[in-house]
């Protein structure tokens, strides 16, 4: 069935009372906690770049020109599941549209942008399992309605309007030994840890291949989600199917680090005002201030980005207790052991690195998508 609210959900999978005023709190509260309230309403433009340093406070804002820091952020920024691996240059190195617009933009061709405020914005081409849905269909409702719909955020004020990571995933797109590419070091040892586990729980349960066939039930709840999840493109191994729906860390790395990236707004805005410079030289600081979103604009944005990204109150780590049999047992807990473990050798590694990568760490990362 489709929803019509929260309250259609079943209510095993409903936002728990205090998830949903912890939500309606956290949601009044951003304004306030970034400091903003006072000029949430206006729709001016920023007219001084030193008064939007003053106005926000972000990491990203001491090194956001440097190019170093623009190549890093396509690596292990907020989208680093979208990056290929160019393994030869044209001749004579000529740029070409396959160069700047990958296969995944190919749906942005010929977009219209959106109109903020009676203004025409612009878009920069781009160079099962119970406690891992706890919550997960409730905010895909809560985002269709409050982020993609005609009076969402996002279609309000951002330019464009209204997955599961996997070893092959990172194989095709050629970034297997790229270096310093944390999303895939980190992200790959977290799939390990749960493919291992599912493959136990599963292997405890279904002794053989035809005992997985002959169980009508799975069969049908699978079909199910291929009809209507994945559009018939049928996955055959269980093992990295329900991997695959467990393995959250991909939603992490692509959520948690929303505001980290872009809170500090010129780094990167949620719309622009003005096309892209296309001369090179000619842009000035005047030029930038008028090409940012206005005032309210960046506001919206900026709180929104704090709530997706602040971890809930009831923050799950592990996976609750709906085994009692002794084999699933001692599986959960040896997962939990290695997942702990995983969690002291991220943290270790992050103490060496200038920009800490910290969304694949298991101690950070939820059950399910719950925000």
Known sequence: MEAT??????????????????????????????????IADSKDNWTDINYVIRVFSNKDKEHWKEDAFFGYQYLNGVNPILIRRCTALPENFPVTDEMLFPDDYNRFDGLKANIVHGKQ?????????????????????????????????????ASSGG??????DIAERGMEDVPN???????????????????????HYYKIDAEVSQDSELQQWIQDIFEHGFLSQANKELVKFVTMGIFTGQHSAVNCGQFDYSGWMPNNPISLQLPPPSTKGKTSEATMLNTFPDVNTTVQGM??????????????LYPEEHFCEEVPCKLISNFQGELEILSTVIKTS??????????????????????
Not at 163 to 168: D, F, K
Not at 303 to 310: E, I, P
Request: charged letters at 15%; proline letters at 5%; glycine letters at 4%.
């Open 5 to 38: 609210d929260g309250n259609s959900l079943p209510s095993e999978v409903r936002f728990s009372y205090e998830k949903t005023i912890q939500l309606r709190l956290t949601a009044i509260a951003g304004l306030t906690e970034l400091n903003l309230k006072g």
């Open 121 to 157: 914005q612009y878009l920069m081409a781009p160079l099962l399992l119970i406690p891992h849905t706890r919550y997960t269909l409730q905010i895909n409702f809560l985002a269709r309605l409050l982020l993609i719909s005609p009076s969402g955020v996002f279609t309000q004020f």
């Open 163 to 168: 997955l599961s990571a996997c070893p092959e």
């Open 181 to 203: 590419y944390y999303y895939r070091n980190d992200g790959l040892m977290v799939w390990d840890i749960i493919n291992r586990f599912v493959k136990g729980v599963l292997r």
């Open 303 to 316: 709180s929104t980005m704090w709530l997706l990204s602040k971890q809930s109150s009831d923050f799950v």
């Open 350 to 371: 992050n103490k060496s690195l200038e920009v800490p990568y910290t969304y694949m760490d298991p101690a950070l990362v939820e059950n399910s998508v719950a925000i």
